[in-house]
């Protein structure tokens, strides 16, 4: 019983600190994504709720095309048929893309991917180099 209340409070810690590590990472993200944006106070509140419906639809498709989602075969008939999942991860962009556009105009929202991805790439490079100084 002892071992197992350890056990428990071992998988607490550690679940708190992915999430402080997360919640870490998305404040960075938003961060990065208002300044590259040049987002005003009120762009920011009225993007980002609508941004974070995006994100999860995004990581939804995401999961299911690494097959760690129990919704994976809802695409294409059980298959895991990767372009049809790159398929759906467009359409979102699109659809998204269109939601952005009225807030914050067309050519922002279509930077907004191009940001995105230099955040992915500038999130990579940081955790390579704690990494390597490690």
Same mark, same amino acid.
């Given at each position: 019983?002892? +071992?197992?209340?350890f056990c428990i409070i071992g998988l607490s810690t550690t679940y708190a600190q992915d999430n402080e590590r997360f919640q870490i990472i998305e404040n960075e993200?938003?961060?990065?994504?208002?300044? %590259?944006?040049?987002?005003?106070?009120? =762009?920011? $509140?009225?993007?980002?709720?609508?941004?974070? %419906?995006?994100?999860?639809?995004?990581?939804?498709?995401?999961?299911?095309?690494?097959?760690?989602?129990?919704?994976?075969?809802?695409?294409?008939?059980?298959?895991?048929?990767?372009?049809?999942?790159?398929?759906? =991860?467009? =359409?979102?962009?699109?659809?998204?893309? =269109?939601?952005?556009?009225?807030?914050?105009?067309?050519?922002?929202?279509? $930077?907004?991917? $191009?940001?995105? $991805?230099?955040?992915?790439?500038?999130? +990579?490079?940081?955790?390579?180099?704690?990494?390597?100084?490690?």
């Amino acid at each position: 019983m002892i +071992i197992f209340c350890f056990c428990i409070i071992g998988l607490s810690t550690t679940y708190a600190q992915d999430n402080e590590r997360f919640q870490i990472i998305e404040n960075e993200k938003i961060a990065f994504i208002t300044r %590259e944006l040049n987002l005003s106070r009120k =762009e920011a $509140q009225d993007f980002f709720p609508i941004y974070n %419906e995006y994100s999860k639809e995004m990581w939804s498709v995401k999961k299911a095309k690494t097959g760690n989602s129990p919704s994976r075969n809802n695409l294409r008939g059980g298959s895991r048929d990767v372009i049809a999942y790159d398929a759906k =991860e467009l =359409e979102i962009k699109k659809n998204y893309r =269109e939601k952005f556009s009225k807030v914050i105009g067309a050519s922002r929202s279509s $930077q907004f991917f $191009q940001v995105e $991805q230099e955040f992915r790439e500038y999130l +990579i490079k940081s955790l390579n180099n704690r990494k390597n100084n490690n």
